[in-house]
């Protein structure tokens, strides 16, 4: 079956340009360039297939988080950089941290703002830079090397 990774973050932080960049294979379902269901693709890494989804940013989309969600192994969190940990996300890592699911933080858009992104919890934060494929493999492999 493989291990299910779900990507989450707010609007326009990069999740479907992160989902993209790692896989072979990615499937988009957007609307006007907006994610509206969600993005889906797969990689093998070591032999194992890795499923990854990335769920809609849009808070009217909020319902298809806990849908999506349903059985991950891990989360990727992507955050834009330039804009800060948004409530959204400190929302989603809440969730996260309660149903001890691990994940990481993406703090993308490093071509952007390159200041230490500020969380205020233990957890690992890489960063990457979406567009250009800068770190989101090292951070994938973090966050597999946290999953049973």
Do not use: W
Not at 83 to 94: F, H, K, L, P, Q
């Amino acid at each position: 079956m493989g291990k299910k990774i779900v990507i989450f973050g707010d609007y326009d932080s990069g999740k479907t340009t992160t989902l993209e960049r790692l896989c072979e294979k990615a499937v988009k379902v957007e609307y006007n360039g907006v994610t509206v269901a969600l993005d889906y693709g797969n990689i093998t890494l070591n032999g194992e297939k890795i499923h990854l989804f990335a769920t809609p940013g849009h808070e009217r989309f909020r319902f298809m988080l806990e849908i999506i969600a349903s059985g991950l192994d891990g989360a990727i969190i992507v955050v834009d950089n330039s804009r800060g940990v948004t409530a959204a996300e400190e929302r989603i890592m809440d969730l996260l941290d309660e149903s001890k699911i691990p994940y990481v933080v993406f703090a993308n858009k490093q071509d952007l703002d390159d200041s230490t992104l500020e969380i205020g919890r233990e957890v690992d934060v890489i960063p990457t830079i979406a567009t250009e494929d800068v770190g989101l493999l090292k951070g994938l492999k973090r966050l597999l090397g946290k999953i049973s």
